[in-house]
């Protein structure tokens, strides 16, 4: 976790200057990537959804999904934008959408899909995405093959829960 946040802190470091002789500014981080490096999150919380997930597909037959870190990344940093806005949507504050995010990781975009959710425990979350419908159909889908989940706790003391499914298809 230190990496990561050193990591960002280096790429969010880079985007505040300028390519010198160019005049050009250098790439700035998404709000997405901005905003993990200020929000932890709760790694215990986002571990038992990504197993929750794979649990539920494995009772039900279908293969367990690989963790992955670019999608635990996005996954995160989502949740702790709608921790901070109050706001369960897939959409980010700034207007992204989970195809934006993974490019701001380099994750193929093919067939990545998001999952949210607020209150609650991992696994209640996660039950509730079982219930016949749409949601159900993604967590159970053939066509994901990783997963990435993040959990943060907004100021109100809520859980705000993220997964993202996809199938790396490079």
Partial sequence: ??????????????????????GVTAPQASAEEALAVECRGEPEAGARLSATVNAARLSEGKTVLAANDQLDRIALAHACDMARTGRADVAGSNGSNVVDRARSVGYPTCGVVQLVSAGGTPEGTVSAWLVPGPLREQVLGQLSYQIGSGVARGADGRLWHSTVLGNNCR
């Fill in 1 to 22: 976790m230190i990496r990561l946040s050193l990591a960002a802190g280096c790429v969010l470091s880079l985007a505040a200057c300028q390519v010198p002789g160019l």
